[in-house]
């Protein structure tokens, strides 16, 4: 399979990899996928409780170099997003920026899942009933 | 494509020079060998002649190779020429022997064993049947690769007709016990076909001593051209017949019909005389770059699994899971290294190898397989090379991995409960 040049450039360098302190009240955890699908990816957000603003991100992502590619590129965009704004991206624009294949899309579905399940948890800490799509997986 | 590296190891020290890319997939095919070459290419040109032809210089010339040929691999496998059968190529030898065999014993049974690890040339030519009213057990394997005896004495009855047994596996190179099966066939009056494709040329491979009734064979396995392959099918004790099953002007013995590949043919004979002359040495050869991988990779790696046994296995197959990576994004990082994956996403199916699930691995260990398939033209530097480059894919890709660090922090993956619904 060929890979897109931005594939193969978030594959060979990985943007914000790394573990963020998940007990912290300012970081919300989304661990989506399942190791027998080939596919896990945890992402992590850190928000300023003033400004909502998502100030940092990090990832660590086991799946293939689309899957790779897809969760680096989530921290990107959501760094510097309000919580609200960073629900709005959407896996087609993963797809889009990526160029992935059909047989791919299934990564981008993850990422905007990962993203979800980051911030739900993030507003679980708040306090606020979460409205996103996907729970963050118990750790 | 092709360019030459200076290979430098993880400590940075140059080693001997390697060609990019390197070839180690060398179960799923073979370059062919330049003697190979050689033997083959008058018979494309001055010595056109078809084989059929009877009365003239140019056929009499392409059937005395043809009978060439039909000695060196007959001579290899321990047969005599007139049981060998030429087809286009494993496939259709295991077409032929599995439904000539289900077509011509009709009256005798209709029941027909396999293993689960088979080929898919086996798999879906009973599948075929199962349609047409014939029954089909298929054996598991243990964790080792192999099948159980037993299970195959209990699953033999009085409609069995034929058992249908590879002798190496593709994927994990794990060699059956191919002459027990074979005994156990002939004691219960039960036919034996065994799809050897992977074995011969490898280890020694004798159909008398291993007790098969029909054999496939290949020859872009063991350094010969693609499209050109072989059935055996025994002549005496028992006396094997087959339906055909490409009809036309009765060539091979009224058994497969059709103009023989004489270059072909030519070919898988002279893979098969050098393979005999080779094999002990290039054996031992194989063995060695096997085991001096698998040791680099062992000494340098941490949550690695050898799948099926090292015991029973061919000299030059590896396949080891590096869990917590995903095979597709490794094969990703070693882009210059042509080996294999039974991860899901390098499928076209997108379902993860079925042999490893065979052997009871979960699908996550089945996605972070790599079959290595070591070849004759493989060198050492070669080796190490490919050892080198695992190492610092696998490394790169556990810190990626957010399983590598869960169960390094001491959690227990099954403990958790993954949203597995929709992926």
Known sequence: MAYSDKVIDHYNNPRNVGTLDKSSGQVGTGLVGAPECGDVMRLQIKVNPETQVIEDAKFKTFGCGSAIASSSLATEWVKGRTVDDALTIKNTDIVKELALPPVKIHCSVLAEDAIRAAIGDWKKKQGVTAPAAVEAVKG | ?423
């Open chain 2, 1 to 423: 494509m092709s360019t030459t590296a200076v290979a430098t190891n993880s400590n940075g020290n140059a080693q001997a020079s390697v060609k990019l890319p390197i070839y180690m997939d060398n179960h799923a095919t073979t370059p062919v060998d330049p003697r190979v070459l050689e033997a083959m290419l008058p018979y494309f040109t001055g010595r056109f002649g078809n084989a059929a032809s009877r009365n003239h210089q140019f056929g009499w010339e392409a059937e005395q190779a043809v009978e060439n040929a039909r000695e060196q691999i007959a001579k290899l496998v321990g047969a005599t020429s007139k049981e060998i059968i030429f087809t286009s190529g494993a496939t259709e030898s295991d077409n032929l022997a599995i439904k000539g065999v289900a077509e011509m014993y009709k009256e005798k049974g209709n029941h027909i064993i396999t293993a689960a690890t088979e080929h898919k040339a086996v798999l879906d030519t009973c599948k075929r049947l199962e349609k047409y009213g014939y029954r089909v057990t298929y054996l598991p394997v243990g964790a080792d690769g192999l099948v159980n005896l037993d299970d195959l004495r209990r699953a033999i009855d009085d409609k069995t007709i034929l058992v249908t047994i590879m002798y190496a596996n593709n994927e994990i190179g794990v060699i059956q016990p191919i002459a027990e099966i074979g005994k156990l066939c002939h004691e219960k009056g039960v036919l034996f076909h065994s799809d050897a494709v992977q074995a011969i040329g490898k280890v020694p491979v004798n159909v008398i001593k291993d007790n098969i009734d029909l054999m496939s064979i290949t020859a872009h396995k063991i350094y010969g051209p693609k499209g050109v392959g072989a059935l055996y099918v025994r002549r005496k004790s028992p006396r094997v017949q087959i339906t055909a099953q490409i009809d036309g002007g009765g060539h091979e013995r009224g058994m497969r019909s059709g103009t023989l590949n004489v270059p072909g043919i030519v070919g898988l004979g002279k893979a098969c005389a050098l393979a005999m002359e080779e094999m002990p040495e290039e054996s031992k050869r194989l063995a060695f770059l096997r085991d001096r991988l698998k040791s680099k990779l062992e000494q340098n790696l941490d949550e690695i699994h050898i799948n099926g046994t090292m015991e029973h296995r061919l000299p030059g197959n590896l396949n080891m899971s590096f869990v917590y990576v995903e095979g597709e994004s490794l094969l990703m990082g070693i882009n210059d290294i042509a080996v294999s994956s039974g991860s899901a996403c390098t499928s076209a199916t997108l379902e993860p190898s079925y042999v490893l699930k065979a052997l009871g691995l979960g699908d996550d260990v089945a996605h972070s397989s790599i079959r290595f398939g070591i070849g004759r033209f493989n060198t050492e530097a070669e080796v190490d090379y490919v050892a080198d480059k695992i190492i610092d894919t696998v490394k790169k890709l556990r810190e990626l991995s957010p399983l590598y660090e869960m169960v390094k922090e001491g959690i227990d993956l099954k403990k958790i409960q993954w949203a597995t619904e929709g992926h």
